[in-house]
């Protein structure tokens, strides 16, 4: 047994079952031993920007790994965005990165590169297989890696003669780090904050946003009056009718103090410190006013859920959750598109049980809260900033979750940075819906543009703008084999999402907006 | 004067003029600084990869370095691939890329990254702004350093606050660091080589492929018997006509070990010794013989031009070239595709004076000794072997010629890591033909998997397969706003692409070969 066969062998041991590739010559013998070892599905993605944001949303979905197959150096340059979106989403990921041959490296052929250099930059656990015999072993400590704490990104470089080379040993699973308690004296401090009735912002991230979590910081919030917040962006999120309906802290820098405001306690439950996404000049970096205090309940590595149920049992809070239903109504609304009018036309016609990627940009801002009383969802965003998120991540969640439909919201101009993920759809004929954005221009750069303290003028206006040429999303759709409709209104758009949504496969929706 | 305007204003007066931007937040203060200083041609890419690709191009055929415009950590990222071919290239370019404030980093925020780290792994020189009043000198140095010696990857990273600060001095321009001289002994030592007799082959690298070098080892062949060869792929290369037909060593690692049978003497002319692309299982690294010498004539930061004309006249060499014509007389063929016939026929209706970007892959295997006969052309390859090269620098090399055709051959499996850059042809209107040959197949992964040693199966042959679904590449080129038309035979394609240049602006070519 050669080294990549011991590998794939030892991935399948460790519950890995799913590979998102795209491979080079370093990785052949990785790609023949899938002929060899029955088990594993292996999803093409034509850049590899597609292939790691499709293990970002696999990750969140199936809440396990799945292994991404790289080509050295350019090639998991390639995929570091995503790579770091899903870092930012304490998603697990096994990166299996292919290297030249040990022996070829000195000879500075045109594909060397610094690859573990870069794998460093943005992953938690980095390893270089020594020789064939080793490669198992490394293959399950990157597994034990990535499923250890919150979940981490393990990267795995295979030179080729450690792939090719004989003596290949199965690895055993590992058993991952499991999630520390938080500290009984941590605990009560934060009872007693929340004890004392000042004015109390808790901010929720990661598994603290399912639905245990969710009930749990509900149940806390309804007994002691402290607020509730998301981060601006959340890994995955339990909503719709019968969850908790907690908003997230505003993108935009005024708005985000304004929530603030008055705020004499942030309790986080892993997350970090709110802070701005951005500096701005004038502004400060963190969000909280500098008076207040900040404690943490719980850090990502450690069981935020079960310190929330610890803190609702001991506050005294009611068992059974108490929801008030949210003011925006959701219904379809006629005319042209206007954030919050689409927010209220998508709640009212959101299937149920889907998942939600929302990496809509500025035409998504207004979406979260007149979507409280939609259908029952799992909503995923962009919780890195690295654009090309949204396609990527949508492809992944629908192979982790066949039963469900994944609805992917996408801003035209952050679209185009991973637009081949259609094609990997079209193939694997997943069952999304695809709504883009078209307002032919990068909005959010004109907003960012002010928010710095700069002006527009014509150049800047001129590389802000998308609309010379056009997109033409059902043609770019009709490239890479997939079914699109094009709609300008709201009520057009209730209509062809309503009907995308009856049928099963990938499908397009062109919303045109400019 | 803020330091983005003090940046921006620096770069004019070290005569860079040109930005390949995909700019983000931190950068907005660069942008605004556009609309304050007139002179800088500023060029959307719609994701990195093009935007690095097109600065490639443009500096083979500016012969100075363009800017790039990239967001702070992923967005440097995305470009990777194409600074690492630009780097193998020995292509000048200055990448400006933004951060974080200095004050923001510590808060960890979402986009926070290791961007040094990054910028690290792929550029010659790296560094970060310290405040506004020093970015302006590090722009004047970053220039310095890009135009050094053969041509180097200068990172420039600047956090938000030295942008937006003011007291920003526009640094003067600086000389860059000359190419050295052969010295005497090395020149000595390489014609005594030379007059030996023995089996010697020269392999010509960078400048010594443009048309003075190509005519000194022209004179130095004919006069010695040494054979000519060019790396496996080339920056740029003047050919066609009139120019000396050196054939470049074959890719395929069988053939060539064969090029370097019974050769004693490899004479090196900034290039590397001659390598395996990768290593093969029972194969050697190293392509000459074991028991041959090899000789560094002129390394890449070294004068080889001036080694070989020196030479050429040490050794007695005719002052006149003495070019034999090449067998393969262009004649536009009949049929279906088939490499040799299509190189034929492209030989044969090539417009004079084009730059041709080589891409194709295994299409393109066999088209380098029938095109020289071809009409004059600069020809231009994929030096670093990261995929999604093509659309992208063909790009930048119209930006950089606007009075000549640019021909870009590029494979369908590798077109589609870029394809964003025909957006970006269309918008800028640039005179460019691209040709797309579509197998649909990773054809080339094919042979890896062979070549390496392993067996193909069902499940690799699914990894290779780009045919379900097929990609229409007319409506890809439709979608973002560039007319196309498709053809299948040989006499088809040639007759679409006279009438394609005989028009101006962009165009493309589905050749499916499928």
């Given at each position: 047994m050669n080294g990549a066969e011991s590998l794939v062998r030892t991935l399948l041991a460790s519950e890995i079952d799913t590979c998102f590739a795209n491979p080079g010559t370093s990785e052949m013998h990785f790609v023949a031993a899938l002929d060899k070892v029955p088990g594993m599905r292996c999803v093409l993605g034509m850049a590899e920007i597609v292939v790691s944001g499709c293990a970002d949303g696999y990750a969140r979905m199936a809440r396990k790994p799945a292994a991404t197959l790289l080509h050295?150096?350019?090639?998991?340059?390639?995929?570091?965005?995503?790579i770091h979106n899903a870092r930012r989403a304490w998603?697990?990921?096994?990166?299996?990165?292919?290297?030249?041959?040990?022996?070829?490296?000195?000879?500075?052929?045109?594909?060397?590169?610094d690859t573990e250099g870069l794998a460093r930059a943005v992953s938690h656990w980095v390893r270089v297989s020594a020789n064939a015999q080793s490669v198992g072993a490394d293959g399950a400590a990157a597994v034990q890696a990535a499923r250890s704490g919150p979940g981490q990104i393990a990267t795995l470089i295979l030179p080729a003669d450690t792939a090719w080379g004989e003596g290949g040993v199965v690895g055993a699973r590992l058993t991952p780090e499991k999630r520390g308690e938080v500290a009984p004296e941590t605990l009560r401090n934060v009872a007693q904050v929340l004890r004392s009735g000042q004015p109390t912002m808790i901010v929720l991230a990661g598994d603290a946003l399912l639905e245990r979590g969710l009930a749990a910081a509900w149940r806390v919030a309804t007994a002691t009056g402290a607020k509730l917040r998301t981060p601006m962006q959340v890994s995955r999120m339990a909503r719709g009718r019968g969850r908790p309906p907690v908003d997230r802290v505003p993108y935009a820098i005024d708005n985000a103090l304004k929530a603030f405001e008055g705020i004499q306690h942030v309790i986080l439950v892993g997350a970090k410190a709110p802070m701005a996404f951005f500096a701005y000049p004038g502004?400060?970096?963190?969000?909280?006013?500098?008076?207040?205090?900040?404690?943490?309940?719980?850090?990502?590595?450690?069981d935020g859920v079960h310190a929330l149920e610890w803190l609702a049992d001991e506050l005294g809070a009611a068992k059974s959750l108490q929801l008030v239903e949210n003011a925006a109504k959701p219904e379809i609304v006629k005319g042209k598109f206007e954030p919050e009018a689409f927010a209220r036309t998508?709640?009212?016609?959101l299937?149920?049980?889907?998942?939600?990627?929302?990496?809509?940009?500025?035409?998504g801002r207004a979406l979260f809260a007149p979507t409280f009383q939609a259908a029952p969802n799992d909503w995923l965003q962009n919780t890195g900033g690295a654009i090309g998120h949204g396609f990527g991540c949508a492809t992944g969640a629908a192979i982790a979750s066949p039963d469900r439909k994944v609805i992917c919201l996408q801003a035209d101009g952050a679209g185009m940075?991973?637009?081949?993920?259609?094609?990997?759809?079209?193939?694997?004929?997943?069952d999304v819906v695809n709504v883009v954005f078209a307002n032919r221009v990068y909005k959010i750069l004109h907003g960012e543009l002010i928010s710095v303290g700069a002006k527009p003028g014509p150049a800047s206006n001129e590389i802000f703008d998308l609309a010379r040429p056009a997109l033409d999303w059902q043609q770019l759709a009709a490239g890479m084999g997939m079914e699109s409709t094009r709609v300008d209104t709201l009520e057009g758009f209730a209509d062809a999402f309503q009907a995308a949504c009856k049928r099963r496969g990938p499908f397009l929706i062109e919303f045109v907006i400019a």
């Amino acid at each position: 047994m050669n080294g990549a066969e011991s590998l794939v062998r030892t991935l399948l041991a460790s519950e890995i079952d799913t590979c998102f590739a795209n491979p080079g010559t370093s990785e052949m013998h990785f790609v023949a031993a899938l002929d060899k070892v029955p088990g594993m599905r292996c999803v093409l993605g034509m850049a590899e920007i597609v292939v790691s944001g499709c293990a970002d949303g696999y990750a969140r979905m199936a809440r396990k790994p799945a292994a991404t197959l790289l080509h050295c150096g350019p090639g998991l340059g390639n995929a570091i965005a995503n790579i770091h979106n899903a870092r930012r989403a304490w998603s697990p990921m096994v990166n299996i990165v292919g290297d030249h041959a040990t022996y070829h490296r000195g000879f500075d052929a045109p594909l060397t590169a610094d690859t573990e250099g870069l794998a460093r930059a943005v992953s938690h656990w980095v390893r270089v297989s020594a020789n064939a015999q080793s490669v198992g072993a490394d293959g399950a400590a990157a597994v034990q890696a990535a499923r250890s704490g919150p979940g981490q990104i393990a990267t795995l470089i295979l030179p080729a003669d450690t792939a090719w080379g004989e003596g290949g040993v199965v690895g055993a699973r590992l058993t991952p780090e499991k999630r520390g308690e938080v500290a009984p004296e941590t605990l009560r401090n934060v009872a007693q904050v929340l004890r004392s009735g000042q004015p109390t912002m808790i901010v929720l991230a990661g598994d603290a946003l399912l639905e245990r979590g969710l009930a749990a910081a509900w149940r806390v919030a309804t007994a002691t009056g402290a607020k509730l917040r998301t981060p601006m962006q959340v890994s995955r999120m339990a909503r719709g009718r019968g969850r908790p309906p907690v908003d997230r802290v505003p993108y935009a820098i005024d708005n985000a103090l304004k929530a603030f405001e008055g705020i004499q306690h942030v309790i986080l439950v892993g997350a970090k410190a709110p802070m701005a996404f951005f500096a701005y000049p004038g502004r400060p970096s963190l969000l909280a006013p500098a008076a207040s205090q900040t404690h943490v309940l719980a850090r990502p590595e450690q069981d935020g859920v079960h310190a929330l149920e610890w803190l609702a049992d001991e506050l005294g809070a009611a068992k059974s959750l108490q929801l008030v239903e949210n003011a925006a109504k959701p219904e379809i609304v006629k005319g042209k598109f206007e954030p919050e009018a689409f927010a209220r036309t998508f709640a009212a016609i959101l299937p149920e049980n889907c998942i939600v990627q929302e990496d809509a940009v500025t035409s998504g801002r207004a979406l979260f809260a007149p979507t409280f009383q939609a259908a029952p969802n799992d909503w995923l965003q962009n919780t890195g900033g690295a654009i090309g998120h949204g396609f990527g991540c949508a492809t992944g969640a629908a192979i982790a979750s066949p039963d469900r439909k994944v609805i992917c919201l996408q801003a035209d101009g952050a679209g185009m940075y991973s637009l081949q993920a259609l094609w990997t759809q079209a193939r694997e004929k997943l069952d999304v819906v695809n709504v883009v954005f078209a307002n032919r221009v990068y909005k959010i750069l004109h907003g960012e543009l002010i928010s710095v303290g700069a002006k527009p003028g014509p150049a800047s206006n001129e590389i802000f703008d998308l609309a010379r040429p056009a997109l033409d999303w059902q043609q770019l759709a009709a490239g890479m084999g997939m079914e699109s409709t094009r709609v300008d209104t709201l009520e057009g758009f209730a209509d062809a999402f309503q009907a995308a949504c009856k049928r099963r496969g990938p499908f397009l929706i062109e919303f045109v907006i400019a």
